[in-house]
């Protein structure tokens, strides 16, 4: 005769296994799943989590998340830009590095219209241009870079434009996820 355990025991079991599930497995998938499309995976884990809301977002949330650390990125770095170009004799010094900020400026600004642009997709639900606004980002960082060409000045934007090309393409992955 069959046999089955007392209900304390039974109840005991339940609540373990309820309480041993993490509820943010599910997210760090996403996040896994996510980062593993990325040419940088460390990166990209550092970048999500970097955010303390991701250990528990959906792909809608971490659309949010992807697109609004691409946005401050871009915004911290025009602002970053145009405090340079507002150093005194900055232009008498250096026409070249002047006129190659100056572009940068344009080129961070066009990636931050193109973030704010997403943050409305994302508010109203539609996701089909968000890989496109994504891109733009990436574009406005490699534009930046081709303005400095190889000239001495260059790895003053390096590392911007490097870091908000790997943000980009955690958007561009986080954007497939709605396809």
């Known amino acids: 005769m069959t046999s089955f355990p007392p209900p304390r025991l039974a109840l005991f079991c339940f609540v373990f296994v309820v309480l041993s599930v993490d509820p943010s497995s599910a997210a760090t998938e996403i996040v896994k799943r996510v980062c593993e499309k990325t040419s940088d995976y460390r990166y990209c884990v550092a970048a999500l989590y970097s955010d303390p809301r991701t250990p528990n977002a959906d792909p809608y949330f971490l659309a949010y998340i992807s697109f609004g650390l691409a946005y401050l990125n871009a915004t911290h770095t ?65 534009d930046c870079d081709r303005a400095f060409g190889r000239s001495a000045y260059a790895p003053l934007m390096a590392a911007r434009n490097r870091d908000l090309k790997r943000l980009c393409e955690i958007c561009t992955v986080v954007s497939k996820l709605f396809t």
Do not use: W
Not at 89 to 107: E, I, K, N, V, Y
């Open 78 to 142: 025009r602002d970053h830009i145009s405090r340079l170009l507002r150093s005194p004799g900055l232009a008498h010094r250096s026409p070249a590095l002047t006129s190659s900020l100056q572009s940068c400026r344009r080129d961070y600004a066009a990636a931050v219209a193109k973030f704010e642009s997403a943050y409305n997709d994302l508010n109203s639900e539609t996701f089909s241009a968000l890989a496109g606004y994504a891109g733009g980002g990436a574009r406005a960082a490699g």
